[in-house]
């Protein structure tokens, strides 16, 4: 009777889905004279930030969909890959990106930088995409058994544990180990009052993480919209688990002109303060590397994709401040975001409610 028990509540933990799905990147292939425009406005965010190198000796845990190494950006990038429970062996025996959306981030930390060409009424544009951070490498950790996008609170948690695991390998040597998470997956849902998560097996994976001297970057949540009061025009502010953690990152995604995307989901002054570090970052309209072939490119919007971005800000000012020195401590890379993030007030819907956005110029970098 026990063990059918304990079979019940492994398989039911195993089918929690409540994490949103990741959307399929756009995937860039022959478009008509009328796109060119828009795919003109298309941002790399390394280009943006004016970013053309850094990263070595620093290695990110990606935590996602998997990635197409194969693609000529990312040769070489990819050091370790496995599943959520760290096997080698992934769905139908592959562990390569079947989505779109790891790549798509992957391409936004390390890709190399290079001219993509897309074709306009038969004429063909070029456009430059990179990696925040080029130089460095990535682990993949791939939580996803399908190619739909989505995910479970198990698969995340046995996630994160791969990422204590491989730190612990013995005779790991500190350059190569994990210096920062990416987790960008968001439950639906929108906290802006303190929740109670102490005992949360997420939370605790990830306050280990913090300890041991890993970050962890996470997306706000792209439900703004959706969290509309029936009582008020304003919509309610907040923020998606697991951004309401504290001693994590927080990326909310903006635009090219510094405002926040109209789906990014957000604090306001006068909500809960969770002990979090909550900034924006480009993240909508991106262009990254795509799937199914070598020179593959995709476009798509989401704080997923700022939170990709901040990862890489992470790590170029830890590159900046630590002169040679591997050991310095989240902490002391979250105050140094805080001092130089530029503080912008930007108003809610309802205009008598205010945020007060930090971001990033690329003169304060």
């Known amino acids: 009777m026990g063990s059918i028990l304990f079979k019940e509540i492994k398989d039911f933990r195993k089918q929690q889905t409540a994490f949103t799905v990741h959307p399929k990147p756009l995937a860039i292939d022959s478009l008509n004279k009328t796109d060119e425009q828009y795919v003109s406005e298309f941002i790399s965010p390394a280009l943006y930030y004016k970013i053309n190198d850094g990263g070595k000796h620093n290695v990110i845990a990606l935590l996602d969909t998997g990635v197409y190494a194969e693609h000529k950006a990312l040769q070489n990038k990819v050091i370790a890959s496995m599943m959520y429970d760290g096997s080698t062996k992934g769905p139908n025996g592959k562990l390569t990106d079947e989505h779109g959306h790891g790549t798509h981030l992957a391409g936004i930390l390390v890709a190399d930088h290079i001219t993509i060409n897309y074709n306009v009424d038969g004429v063909t544009k070029t456009k430059k995409i990179g990696g925040m951070i080029p130089d460095a490498r990535l682990v993949s950790i791939r939580v996803t058994a399908d190619n739909s996008g989505s995910t479970s609170w198990y698969a995340i948690a046995e996630g994160l544990e791969q990422v204590f695991n491989y730190n612990l390998k013995p005779g790991m040597k500190e350059d190569d180990k994990i210096k920062i998470v990416v987790l960008a997956y968001n439950a639906f849902d929108n906290v802006n009052t303190d929740y109670p998560v102490c005992n949360h097996r997420i939370n605790k994976l990830i306050q ?12 706000a949540g792209n439900a703004y919209e959706y969290y509309q009061p029936t009582f008020t025009k304003s919509i309610a502010s907040g923020l998606a688990y697991p951004a309401y953690f504290k001693n ?11 405002k926040l995307a109209s789906f990014t989901q957000r604090n306001c002054d006068e909500d809960h303060d969770f002990g979090n570090h909550v900034f924006s970052a480009v993240g909508a309209d991106t262009i990254s590397t795509g799937i199914g072939a070598v020179d593959a490119v995709s476009v798509l919007s989401g704080s997923s994709q700022a939170a990709a971005v901040l990862a890489g800000l992470y790590i170029q000012k830890l590159i900046h401040i630590s002169a040679g020195t591997s050991n310095l401590h989240p902490s002391q890379i979250f105050f140094e975001l805080n001092q130089n993030a530029t503080l912008q007030n930007q108003n809610m819907f309802d205009a008598s409610r205010t945020t007060h956005v930090k971001h990033f110029k690329i003169a304060n970098l």
């Open 248 to 258: 994590i990152l927080v990326a909310m995604a903006n635009d090219s002109d510094n």
């Open 208 to 219: 280990g993480l913090y300890k041991m001297g890993i970050a962890v970057v996470v997306s």
